[in-house]
């Protein structure tokens, strides 16, 4: 069973645009994590989110807790060849769960 | 942040042969380490949560006696292939939980590029 959804699965834009990337649960987490991976090396951490509806800016990344810390929101501002990627998101609870990943290119 | 170390990064072995892949957390002690698997473009797949001294917790699906795993220490866990198969080729990722720092982090390793033949 996949606790956390994220939407899309998939996603290519060009260099400059602007996007958002979801991540649903119908599970209460106390905390949330963003992780972004590149081919061939391991997950790294972006940000964590712990408070409902907190808000987080990491450069041209904003990220956003739910009000009920069931969901949570990457939006990306002018995106740059340089984000291209795999986003996870993950959940802490009893455990840690894994959301579904979005691939993300940006082309040039 | 928190360093994670895997050793080796790439591996290729002859179908039959066992592969030993080593996660070490090189500047916290690890209370728990995770070892996932990865097809290309997907989310990890937890295989099994191991703790410091103690059996580890296997995932539905995935064999015990085929993926072994031991927890000698508090900063070194290993995952081990036995009997390596093709369909065992992928890329194995762990990452390590710490003592006494926030909760709801882990810290990865760079993973594993496995290859059988």
């Known amino acids: 069973t996949q606790l956390l959804e994220q939407s899309p699965q998939f996603l290519s834009i060009q260099e400059g645009e602007n996007l958002t990337v979801y991540c649903n649960s119908s599970?209460?987490?106390?905390?949330l994590q963003w992780y972004r991976q590149e081919p061939g090396e391991g997950p790294v951490l972006l940000v964590t989110?712990?408070?409902?509806?907190e808000v987080k800016k990491l450069k041209r990344l904003t990220f956003q807790f739910g009000d009920a810390r069931k969901d949570s929101s990457l939006h990306i501002t002018a995106a740059q060849p340089g984000d291209t990627g795999l986003y996870l998101c993950?959940?802490?609870?009893?455990?840690?769960?894994f959301g579904t990943g979005t691939s993300l290119t940006v082309i040039p | 942040g928190a360093v994670v170390s895997q050793h080796p990064s790439w591996v290729i072995c002859k179908s039959g042969t066992s592969v030993k892949i080593e996660c070490r957390s090189l500047?916290?002690?690890?209370?728990?380490m995770f070892w996932y698997r990865q097809f290309p473009k997907q989310s990890l797949m937890l295989m099994a949560t191991?703790?410091?001294?103690?059996?580890?917790?296997?995932e539905q699906g995935v064999e015990k006696d085929k993926f072994l795993i031991n927890h000698a220490s508090l900063t070194l866990s290993t995952l081990t292939v036995t009997s390596a198969h093709p369909e065992d080729s992928s890329f194995y990722i762990c990452?390590?939980?710490?003592?006494?720092?926030?909760?709801?982090?882990?810290?990865f390793g760079e993973g594993s590029r496995l290859t059988v033949l």
């Open positions: 990452s390590a939980a710490s003592i006494g720092r926030n909760t709801g982090e882990l810290f």
């Open positions: 599970s209460v987490f106390s905390s």
């Open positions: 989110v712990v408070t409902g509806g």
């Open positions: 993950a959940g802490a609870g009893n455990q840690f769960y």
């Open positions: 500047d916290f002690q690890a209370t728990t």
């Open positions: 191991s703790n410091e001294g103690s059996k580890a917790t296997y």
